[in-house]
């Protein structure tokens, strides 16, 4: 022991000698062990004090107070201790708001299952009646098929639970001023979350209408009550905004997605229903998957299984759909969409809008044939449910966050928002442009789909995310030639060459940089999305260098044309050769029954546009390999449940070869015998491609899997050099006897150059 502890011991004064660290008396200081424990210091007049005798442990004074070791250590001390009790408060505030919100969940719960309200037990009540109505209540209304199944913290996709798991991490520096009492929660909620908006999260009355105002929705609030009564009235529940926050990343503000609603509620799946084995289910649900979800990969099949009964309905419907072709559907099938519509219906009318919901209609307007209202329909409900502000927001997170790929499984909501607003902007323009309507919600080009690349990078993006990127970008290019508020006749010559170079331009730029995308992670040149764009660009030069017809009308208009709107024209006409070739024995072939709705319905319009092209500019192309080739397509034709179009598709072929515009070949009796059949909704047996006879190959691009639409020479005719643009409607006069063809060969051509839809 220490000479000033025995002066301690021993009643000696500690202000006799410098060598003590304080000049307090003994007795009013206690001894070392005890500060450290905080507790009081018995018998410290008269060491070793009670403790330290009962412990048996050494009975010290060599501390000193720490206030009284010099200004700066006490200043430090205060600001540590102030710290400490700031943390504290923060602490309990956050603890209380996260209460707080439970119990408001608590509320609405009881409230969507059958009006019980919550009231806090006292000391020694009973407990309250919502434990019941929580393990009762199957989520309001819910089907009694398919009961609600508990919530699932572990899935934040799928999940109807409080706001508290995406609540706002307290910031340290946020201080609680004295006094304010802990169990306000209306305080202590709007420190924790001061721009908490949340929809369905708890009271909104407070809303600042300034706030609403300046982000350019006034009504939001006002509306969104509205949709609150209108669905708790239906027995649903509110719905919510996920939060996309943690305390590994910091905080990310409000996912973007609003939800509303729950379609599960009063519906169940087909399984679950009895009319189909679990067995029988997930074989089709897997053949979907593997044929049928490449074309429009809106899901993700590592996660996306069997969740949503209105998507495993239009599911099991596409997939029964190809199996069955051209004939009649079955009961199933039947049963399967009008189930499927009945789901859809009801969101006309409600407020209802989750994303499943919206991947579910997107899919049905694929491949359903009332594919413009529905797809309208449901870009209604993308937007009104902010999906257009996932991709921005993935940017912000990957460029803000300084840990952006901490707790992914919280932006895999955004992730498939952001996948279902790119295949729905890809529905919207292929809707358009098929039908020369306006794209939905305008706005500048290339702004629906910015950072759309910068999805391909995120760790919960899959391969087949690139197709929707690559069909985005793709249709964006031919956003600059479509002009659906006005008439080619409105727009100047000059002008249209512009669009028409700028999209050529832009389009083979466009192939190149695919191209090298996946040569670089390791594609073969067999894979269905490399062969794909070709396809794509086929389809794409096809309908929009069309354009360059206008004024044409026999073959003698033809020559009226500039060599840059004729090398456009044996583009178009070489990528529908291409098409054709591709889809009857070529790269195309291959799943082509599970092609979506525009997918049938285009190649038939291909077929008759390629007829048309070939009565005026026979010398460009191989008359017998595009006849057979489309005989090679109607032998497929009883495969597709394209059914109606294929008599049109007959009829056509069949006045062309009256007409001798194309001759016969070898399998015309067979081809006119299958496009019978599938008219009558009859399958026949396909020839096997080694039965073929000799000289049906496919054409000579088909074997590099490339078109041709990026070779813009025309061989085989002789163009004039000189030419006069002057007119655009050229005179009788011009019409020479030997130059002239009859264009009313087919009176079911009215329309020479439709906007025929695309794949």
């Known amino acids: 022991m220490s000479s000033s502890s025995n002066k301690r011991q021993h009643g000696e004064s500690p202000s006799s000698g410098s060598e003590t660290r304080a000049d307090v008396p003994v007795r009013d200081r206690a001894c070392d062990a005890c500060r450290r424990m905080k507790i009081k210091c018995t018998d410290k007049e008269n060491p070793p004090c009670k ?36 943390s504290l408060e923060g602490q309990v505030g956050g603890i209380t708001a996260k209460l707080d919100e439970i119990s408001s969940f608590l509320r609405r719960m009881a409230a969507a299952s059958g009006g019980v309200q919550l009231e806090t ?123 996309i926050d943690s305390d590994m990343v910091g905080d990310w503000g409000r996912s973007p997605i609003r939800e509303k609603g729950d379609a599960l509620a009063g519906f169940a799946d087909p399984v679950t229903l009895g009319w189909c084995s679990e067995a029988d289910g997930r074989e089709l649900f897997d053949a979907f998957f593997k044929h049928a979800h490449p074309f429009l990969p809106i899901l993700d099949a590592s996660v996306d299984t069997w969740e949503d009964p209105f998507c495993i309905t239009v599911i099991l419907w596409v997939a029964l759909r190809a199996r069955s ?44 044939e009332h594919s413009w209202r529905i797809c309208c329909h449901a870009m209604a409900m993308a937007v009104d449910m902010r999906l257009f502000r ?15 790929h901490s707790m992914l499984e919280r932006q895999r909501p955004l992730v498939a928002g952001a996948r279902t607003w790119l295949a729905l902007v890809k529905q919207t323009f292929e809707m358009s442009f098929n039908h020369a309507l306006p794209v939905q919600f305008s706005c500048p080009p290339n702004e629906r789909s910015a950072y759309a690349r910068e999805l391909l990078d995120h760790p919960l993006a899959n391969l087949h995310d ?64 490399v062969k794909e764009i070709a396809s794509q660009k086929a389809y794409a030069v096809l309908y929009t260098n069309s354009v360059a017809w206008y004024g044409v009308h026999n073959r003698s208009d033809v020559l009226r044309l500039s060599p840059e709107r004729r090398q456009w024209l044996g583009a178009a006409m070489r990528s529908a050769a291409f098409l054709i070739s591709s889809l009857g024995s070529g790269p195309q072939e291959k799943d082509s029954e599970f092609g979506n709705h525009n997918f049938h319905v285009g190649i038939v319009a291909v077929a008759r546009y390629l007829l048309r092209m070939v009565e005026l500019l026979p010398e460009v192309c191989d008359r017998y390999t595009i006849s057979l080739d489309i005989d090679k397509l109607l032998l497929k034709m009883p495969y597709y449940p394209a059914h109606p179009f294929t008599p049109l598709l007959t009829s056509t072929l069949a006045r062309a070869r009256e007409r001798n515009v194309i001759p016969y070949t070898s399998i015309s009796d067979e081809a006119a015998r299958a496009g019978v059949a599938a008219s009558k909704g009859e399958n026949v047996r396909e020839p096997e491609v080694d039965s073929l006879p ?64 695309q794949a």
């Open 51 to 86: 403790r330290c005798r009962t412990m048996k442990i050494e009975c010290r004074f060599d501390m000193g107070p720490a206030a009284r070791n010099g200004f700066e250590d006490s200043e430090v001390f205060v600001k540590a201790t102030r710290t400490r009790l700031d």
């Open 121 to 243: 037990p006292t000391s020694g009540s009973e407990p309250s009646p919502t434990t019941s109505a929580w393990q009762g209540a199957g989520g309001g209304g819910t089907s009694p098929m398919r009961p609600q199944p508990r919530p699932d913290p572990a899935d934040p996709k799928h999940m109807l639970t409080p706001d508290i798991l995406y609540a706002d991490p307290l910031d340290s520096s946020t201080t609680i001023p004295w006094g304010t009492p802990l169990a306000g929660s209306n305080v202590l909620s709007s420190i924790a979350h001061p721009h908490d908006n949340a929809i369905g999260g708890g009271d909104e009355d407070d809303d600042d209408p300034l706030e609403s105002a300046m982000r350019n929705e006034p009504f939001s609030l006002l509306t969104r009550k509205e949709e609150e009564r209108r669905l708790r009235d239906e027995g649903l529940p509110v719905g919510k905004r996920r939060r």
């Open 325 to 368: 072709g051209c004939r009649p559907a079955s009961e199933l099938t039947t049963k399967l969409k009008e189930h499927a519509e009945a789901m859809g219906k009801l969101t006309l009318f409600s407020p209802i809008a989750t994303l499943e919901t919206v991947q579910a209609l997107v899919l049905l307007s694929s491949w359903d």
């Open 390 to 404: 996932c991709l921005p927001y993935l940017h912000k997170i990957r460029t803000a966050a300084q840990q952006p």
């Open 466 to 529: 690139s197709r929707l990127v690559v069909s985005v970008e793709l249709l964006e290019c031919r956003e600059t030639a479509f002009w659906p508020y006005q008439s080619v006749v409105n727009q100047s010559a000059e002008h249209v060459d512009e669009q028409l170079r700028k999209f050529n331009r832009e389009t083979n730029q466009w192939q190149e940089h695919w191209h090298k995308h996946y040569r670089t992670i390791g594609l073969p040149s067999d894979h269905f999305l």
């Open 694 to 757: 000799l000289g049906l190959d496919p054409l000579p691009w088909t074997q590099n899997e490339e078109a041709p639409a990026a070779d813009i020479n025309l061989v085989g005719v002789s163009w004039p050099i000189d030419f006069n643009l002057a007119s655009w409607f050229p005179t009788d006069d011009l019409n020479n006897g030997h130059l002239q063809v009859d264009g009313s060969f087919n009176t079911d051509m009215s329309s020479w150059f439709p906007i025929a839809p």
